[in-house]
């Protein structure tokens, strides 16, 4: 299997019901984190900042999936963390990082 974008459903086709499923929660995990790190910001540039990437990870992760199980057509978005790309990569865990910054920074003391 060559690295492409369509990598959701080689893993729902080798792991069943509950790779797919596991997948899929672990976004909805990763998500719930990034808008609780923009309720805990300390500035509104901050919430905005978390906003946006959460905004970010959940289109993709959504027009992928959609996608790969043929309810939209093909558009070569990557799966974010999981699909093989070097730049869309590089920004997504620079995004992430930018989160981090803000959560660290917030007013959760």
């Not at 992760?61 to 999981?82: C, D, E, F, R, Y």
């Amino acid at each position: 299997m060559a690295p492409n974008d369509f990598i959701f459903p080689v893993i729902a086709e080798e792991t069943g019901f509950v790779g797919g499923a596991s997948v899929l929660g672990l976004f909805a995990v990763l998500l719930w984190r990034i808008l609780r790190a923009a309720a805990l910001a300390a500035d509104r540039v901050g919430q905005l900042l978390c906003v946006g990437v959460a905004m970010l990870v959940f289109c993709h992760m959504s027009v992928n999936v959609a996608m790969t199980i043929g309810l939209l057509p093909i558009t070569g978005i990557p799966l974010p963390l999981i699909s093989y790309g070097g730049t869309f990569m590089v920004g997504t865990l620079g995004a992430l990082g930018l989160v981090q910054s803000v959560y660290v920074r917030g007013d959760w003391r």
